[in-house]
Structure formats: C-alpha cells, structure tokens
C-alpha cells in the first residue's frame, strides 16, 4: 500500500509542480507566463522546466520578455558538503528582449519586478550559483526594427557565491564573468563582482567590446545622429563601481579608420544638429593622424537616483587625444569600490572621523553561511 501511494505521489509530482510554477508566472503584476513541462530529478534534489516564455501584458512589440529551452534547478551539492543548503539555477539557451518604448506601457526592461525574488519562489533554497549557456539578450527602442536590435548572441555566463558560501573576505563576495558575441561576432566581456545582499547596490564591473565594425549599427545611427557609417571600427572599454549609494566609472570608446558622412535628411532638433556637428568635427577634424583613431574617456559619477555624465571631460578628452596620443587599448584598472567611497567622504564632511580614514579597510557585514533555507 506504501509503495503504491509513493508511486502515485511521483507520477502526480511533475504535474503538481507543474501547475505552481504556471500559477507563479500567471501572478505576476506587469507579466503572464507559462512553462510546456516539468521533469523531476529526485537522486539529484532538482527539477526542470522546459520551454517557460514570459510576456509583457499589452506591450506593442511582438517579443516575448523572456523564454528560455530549459532552466534546471538544483540543490548545489557541493556547499551542501560544506553544511550549507543553497542552490543552483541553470538557463540553457534563454532570450531576453529588452525594450525601450515611446511610452511607460510599450517599454519592456523587466523593472516592474523583482526577478530575483521570483525564480527564487521556484525552489525553496537561496540560490548560490547561477549558469547562463547559449544565451541571447537583444535590445530594442523606437523607430529601430526588431531585425536591427543590438544583440548579443552566444552569451555564456555564471555568477557564484551569491550568498558567500565561501567567506571571500571581500565586500563585494560573488563574482561573476559573461562572453558574449555582439553586432554580428564582435567579442564582448563582462566581469566584476557583486553584493547582492547590500542594503545599497554594491558591485565593481569592467566591460570590453572590441572589432564593431560600424557599418552594424548604421540603423542606429540613421535613426539617432541622421549619419551613416561606410567603414570604420568600434571599441569600449568602461569600468564601474558603486557603493553606498553612489557610483563612479567611466567609458572609453574608440573609433578607428572612421569613413562617416551626412544622411542627408533634413534634422528638427537643434540638439541633434549639435551632436551631429561635433560628430564630424572629431571624426575629421580631431583625428588622431599617427593612429588614425579618435577616442573619448568619459567619466561619469553621481548618486544611484540622479547620474551625472560630465559632457566637458568629454570634449577635453577627445581633443587631448587627438593632439597627444590615442588612448590604450585596455582598461585602467583604476575604478574601484575605495573610488566610490573616498568620492563619498569627499562630499559628506559630516561623515564621522574614523570612518573617514577607516572605511576602505572595512568589510560590510555578510550573510552567514549556514545549513538554512531562504534567510
């Protein structure tokens, strides 16, 4: 008799978990979901969903939010082994479609909610790793078509440590690293590290895309600044940290043997005419003769509500760059979380002493590791 209720437990499990996960997706606020199965792995404590796709209810563009082929959830064995229940999630081949829109109902940027906390409530463990393989994120705004979106392709990725585990001894204790293809095969590299348990965002991220050929994102281009580009090379680099509520970083593009010229059509905006002009002045202009390169560093710091772009420091840099010497093709290595915190005691005198001088030795408290569940 035992055995027989156990055997219909497992049969009926799959459609159980089925059906809560398909509740989940059908509960959320701005979005409604689905998933096509579910497939149980008990030796292993996980289960699969395959086929889940998310949409945004009513949004003007016909693309899912999100879908991914599969997402495999599982107990992580390995800090299991060290007396720590957490687990792992496993997305293999999803496709997340961001959009910008004319209006707040036709943008689709995910931010109504939190994601985290919702593949969180698919299995009853905090989560500790998560893999991203084959993966594409396609980014979309107005009077771009779907066929021209910036998108990145062969995304593999993983961010592990998320609840520190393993005590790394530092204040942003989970790392993670993303490749990724861009505008037809250009590499691109994400990396840093992250806390995600901060009470104010708190992570350190270096980007690199390298070999855009410009002529990719003439779309853009003809939609944005009314220019086209024959030929010509795209870099950048950028490097940014947050902390304590504000941030600090910049970006460093590069363009090379650049052939960009006028589309001819007639431009309303006065700013955009600007933009246009500049654009020409430091392509043709500002360009540096020995490397054939025009580059710009541009900084950028502020708080995390209200960012700060310094146009200036722009400007400056493309004409030191132009008279002295192209930029270096590698990151600095100078934007750290102790940037963001010197930044911070620097426009808050009332800031305690010690903290002043103590703060970049400090560690923020962290989650203990422990044989629990979802804190």
Known sequence: MIVAVLIAARIALPFVVEDFANRKLAALDSYDGHVGDIDIHL???AYSIDDITIVKTGASRPVPF?????????????SLFRGSIVSEASFDSPELNLVQGKTKADTQLGKEENWNARLEELFPFRFNTIEVN???VRFLAPGISTGDAITANKVY???SNLTNVIDSGKETFADFHVDAQVLDGAPAV???SVNAFAAQPTFDVNMEVKKVRLPEVNPWLREYIKADA?????????ELAAADG????????????VDIYRSGEEEESALKRLWEGFLDFAANVLENPAADQVAARIPFSGTIKDPDTNLFATIASVLRNAFISAFARSLEGSITLRNVKKNLRDVDPNKPADEKHGDDEKKAPKPKPGPAGKA
């Not at 999100?66 to 390995?78: A, C, H, M, P, T």
């Not at 024959?230 to 950028?238: H, R, S, T, V």
């Not at 504000?246 to 043997?257: N, Q, R, S, V």
């Open 190 to 192: 994400v990396d840093g």
């Open 66 to 78: 999100f879908q991914s082929r599969r997402i495999d959830l599982s107990v992580e064995w390995k």
């Open 134 to 136: 084959n993966g594409t």
């Open 246 to 257: 504000k941030f600090t970083g910049y970006a460093k593009p590069i363009l090379e043997d």
């Open 157 to 159: 990725g993983r961010v």
């Open 230 to 238: 024959e030929a010509g090379k795209f870099e950048l680099y950028m």
């Open 43 to 45: 030796w292993r404590g």
